[in-house]
């Protein structure tokens, strides 16, 4: 079955800086989306792609999907401590009918004040 | 919140002991996911239902099984449960698109963590 890896697996920064991550695929992927899962609670759906080469933003967080559509990437700016939690990419293989999202294994972000 | 309830949202149960998880999707969405999280592990996909009707199968044990009420709502049934079956389970309905299919995005409930003693 499709594989995402995500990378990095955890990252420490400081309050301030800006934050880096992606996911690749073996397979083409025609949806990619991007959840932030806190302690306790379920993930929460930030950022969601639909067209090679998109490139969408939410606030401090910026999204792409990258033109092979086989990578996306998340880039958070201006890290603050809310910015704490576990960051997931999701994508869907393009498919007829509904197929279930396929979830990297997550970023573990920690931000030092 | 994310319109998506989840009950329990504890559970503590022995091996070969059999629970339900109970999950009500948000208002007008037509899909449940069913996900199973265990430590470190990303996110597991189990089973979907969409309207009433099985859609995907994952990895779900045949131990495990689902079904999706005319109201909508979702029951995960876990049976002859295992040490290994401790876990989060976490239910998510999607939004439906214009053309009637499903986007993708899914909305999650905060889960039922289960603990097999």
């Known amino acids: 079955g499709q594989q995402l890896n995500q990378s990095p697996q955890s990252m420490f920064i400081q309050e301030g800086e800006d934050v880096s991550m992606n996911c690749t695929s073996s397979?083409?992927?025609?949806?990619w989306l991007w959840y932030k899962q806190e302690p306790g609670e379920g993930p929460v759906l930030l950022i969601a792609?639909?067209?090679?080469?998109e490139l969408t933003s939410n606030g401090r967080l910026t999204a792409q999907f990258g033109i092979t559509r086989k990578d996306s990437f998340l880039n958070i700016s201006a890290s603050i401590p809310s910015d704490v939690g576990i960051y997931f990419c999701?994508?869907?293989?393009?498919?007829?009918?509904?197929?279930?999202?396929?979830f990297g294994k997550g970023t573990r972000l920690s931000v030092i004040a | 919140d994310s319109g998506v309830t989840q009950t329990p949202k504890h559970l503590i149960t022995a091996t070969g002991q059999r629970v339900t998880l109970r999950c009500s999707p948000r208002?007008?969405?037509?899909?449940v996911y069913w996900y199973q999280q265990s430590l470190d592990q990303g996110l597991q996909f189990l089973i979907q239902?969409?309207?009433?009707?099985?859609?995907a199968k994952g990895n779900i044990l045949e131990r495990f099984s689902a079904q999706q009420f005319p109201d909508l709502h979702s029951e995960l049934n876990l049976s002859s449960l295992e040490l290994g079956d401790s876990a989060l389970y976490f239910c998510?309905?999607?939004?439906?698109?214009?053309?009637?299919?499903?986007?993708?995005?899914?909305?999650f409930g905060e889960g039922s963590r289960l603990t097999v003693l």
């Open positions: 998510a309905s999607s939004v439906v698109g214009t053309s009637g299919g499903d986007t993708g995005e899914l909305f």
């Open positions: 397979s083409i992927f025609n949806t």
């Open positions: 792609l639909y067209k090679a080469g």
């Open positions: 999701a994508g869907r293989v393009p498919r007829s009918g509904n197929t279930p999202l396929v």
């Open positions: 208002s007008g969405d037509l899909s």
């Open positions: 239902y969409y309207n009433g009707e099985e859609r």
